[in-house]
């Protein structure tokens, strides 16, 4: 993607349903959990590197004996940061004392980490603080095993200040309104309550206090204590939790907008962010990784016993396009062919743009996530050409020499790897006022293949804001002289903020919204954004139910090819001597190629739940009145 664009997170969590000698034996370790959180965690660095953190529980230790581990890393590397960390105690432990190094038990009763239950997280800080206290998982302490809660997730709730009130409500005392920690509290009171509920009914049925522990592990309903914590929940999550008994969980929201996937068999029980993840780390067959059902919990109990639990209603299904288009890898059997399927779907337009010119046309990507939609769109040019080959050895009715034959069949597609990317430039800007010059140096291009009759089409994954392509990419691609510079998005056009989990929550950056306000400008129609203000002011204190998304009107009057007219325009500029032309997928072709993933309201405006249209229509009144502030 030429914008840099965050994402939130990635969970990977393991539950061991075997003793920790039988992995010892069959797998040489009693740190098979560990090493296979570690893979787990690097499969998915994609989705945060910012930070990452790794929680573990150990089952049935006695009391005095330690058994929640955790640690948090915001180090330029944080996943191997973390590793080293519990790679060096280990040893540590185990070189000065060589008797725990065959016997499990001791390794299990002196070795942190060591667990049957392990959680790890990959983070990208979108707002706040990135410090390492911004980091999960997070923990939850007490002295009764049972209300040790540990929480990481993958989400965004856009009614922080309402689960924040409501915390008050119930007699909290919440230390920060961070989504996380009012989400954990949330979860910590219902497991509270039902804990003492529990312990109450065992001292009546005669139990004393130490028989009570194992009882309350077994009686402890996990899905009825999460029902009443995500009963009022608004946003994308895919929230992951362990209690400190043993039991854990993986909750989706009810939409599907953060994804899930899960296996099981009779040694483990595996969730993580994305499927080839746990596919690559444990080898098992893509129909064998299954999807979590938006609504539904998957709970181990202490025991073992596993089960799917529906929660929550499940709403109409939006699960996130972007995670198609973007975010997830490609490696994923699915994503694969959608991310061709993109591409494919594109080439109408594209040839339209060239007239139809191939043989004077460079088809060239983006790195690194456009590459596979480049393929679909290049398979599509020598369908093309392919058409154009038989219909010129027809016409030519038999009469043909070998040698027009041969000229005719040798025409292919001319691609070249135009822009290369420096990771390395691109990581060390960060400061907003000084970033345009180094900005206009993240790619480099490869100069001697574009002649001065040559298009030059290039694909990105998606345009968010546009500053690369028009401060580095279009810039550099004009000093090669092509006739005409096509930059297609895979994806349509990004037109309203994200509020489920990705870092697009200022209006005014996104290039589509600016072109909509030229366009009104340029029409006389400006007072189309006083009218909306007014239209937004009007619902502030409205329940979100009753919400209208009104930024919808500020898009109302132009058609798309309108709008990536006026971006064409806009990122092509007085200094650019290439004629520019922006094309963007329609949202009916994105919808053909990601079936399952219909959540589009980056691109529609159509929230998948109600506090979206209230975060749309406070971000629109934030760009009014100039504030700086995020929507949500």
């Known amino acids: 993607m030429s914008d840099a664009l965050k994402h939130e997170c ?8 075997k003793p920790l000698e039988y992995y010892k034996e069959k797998y040489g370790s009693a740190f098979y959990g560990v090493n296979k959180m570690y893979l787990m965690m690097e499969k998915q660095h994609n989705r945060g590197q910012d930070g990452a953190g790794f929680a573990s529980i150990k089952l049935d230790v006695k009391p ?4 929640i581990s955790r640690v948090r890393s915001i180090a330029q590397q944080p996943i191997q940061d973390i590793f080293a960390q519990i790679n060096e105690r280990i040893n540590t432990e185990l070189t000065q004392h060589p008797e725990y190094q065959n016997d499990v038990d001791l390794q299990k009763k002196n070795i942190p980490y060591i667990g049957e239950v392990l959680l790890g997280h990959v983070r990208y800080g979108t707002f706040g603080k990135n410090s390492v206290e911004s980091v999960h998982p997070f923990l939850r302490q007490n002295n009764w095993m049972h209300r040790n809660l540990i929480v990481a997730g993958n989400f965004n709730m856009t009614n922080v200040n309402e689960l924040f009130d ?23 009171h219902f497991l509270d309550d039902a804990v003492s509920k529990i312990y109450r009914d065992l001292k009546k049925e005669g139990y004393n206090k130490n028989e009570c522990s194992p009882l309350i592990a077994e009686r402890l309903k996990v899905g009825k204590i999460l029902k009443r914590a995500a009963k009022n929940w608004d946003g994308g999550y895919v929230m992951a939790g362990l209690l400190g008994h043993g039991d854990s969980f993986v ?6 907008i953060r994804p899930a996937y899960y296996y099981k068999d009779d040694e483990i029980v595996v969730v993580a962010s994305e499927r080839p993840v746990i596919q690559t780390v444990f080898d098992v067959p893509f129909e064998s990784v299954k999807e979590l059902d938006p609504g539904h919990a998957i709970i181990t109990k202490k025991s073992g016993a596993t089960k799917i639990k529906k929660i929550l209603e499940p709403l109409e299904r939006k699960a996130c396009s972007f995670e198609r288009i973007y975010f997830s890898r490609g490696s994923d059997a699915e994503i694969y062919q959608e991310r061709k399927k993109l591409g494919r779907l594109l080439m109408p337009k594209v040839l339209e743009a060239i007239n139809n010119d191939t043989k004077n046309s460079v088809f060239s990507y983006i790195p690194n996530t456009a590459e596979t939609s480049f393929y679909g769109m290049i398979e ?20 043909l020499s070998a040698e027009k034959v041969t000229e005719i069949l040798s025409e292919r597609p001319r691609i070249e790897k135009i822009a ?13 006022s000084s970033r345009d010059d180094l900005v206009a140096h993240v790619y480099d291009v490869t100069y001697g293949v574009i002649k001065p009759t040559d298009n030059l089409v290039i694909i990105d994954d998606s345009i968010v804001r546009g500053t690369t392509l028009k401060k580095s990419i279009i810039k550099m691609m004009d000093r090669l002289n092509p006739k005409k510079i096509v930059v297609v998005s895979s994806a349509p056009q990004i037109r309203y903020p994200d509020c489920y989990g990705i870092d697009m929550a200022n209006l005014e950056t996104l290039i589509a919204f600016r072109a909509a306000l030229e366009l009104l400008k340029d029409n006389n129609q400006y007072h189309i954004v006083e009218d909306v203000y007014n239209k937004c002011l009007e619902q502030v204190n409205m329940k979100d139910k009753n919400v209208v998304n009104y930024v919808k ?14 971006i064409s325009e806009l990122l092509g500029g007085d200094n650019i001597k290439s004629e520019v032309k922006i094309i963007f997928q329609p949202v009916e072709n994105l919808h053909k190629a990601c079936p399952k993933n219909l959540g589009d309201w980056y691109f ?12 749309v229509n406070r971000a629109f009144i934030n760009f009014y009145e100039g504030n700086k502030e995020r929507a949500y």
């Open 251 to 256: 909750l989706r929201d009810p939409s599907g």
């Open 380 to 399: 599509t040019v020598e369908d093309h050409l392919n058409e154009q080959k038989t219909k010129s050895i027809l016409n030519g009715g038999g009469k």
């Open 553 to 566: 009107e500020i898009y109302g009057n132009f058609t798309d090819e309108e709008i990536s007219d006026k």
């Open 10 to 17: 990635g969970i990977a969590l393991i539950r061991l349903l």
């Open 420 to 432: 290369i990317k420096d990771v390395k430039l691109r990581t060390f800007i960060t400061e907003d």
């Open 604 to 615: 529609t405006g159509n929230y998948p739940t109600a506090g979206g249209n209230r975060v």
């Open 64 to 67: 005095g004996e330690r058994y």
């Open 166 to 188: 409501n915390l008050i409500e119930i007699g909290q005392h919440p230390k920060e309104k961070a989504d996380t920690i009012t989400v954990m509290e949330k979860i910590g």
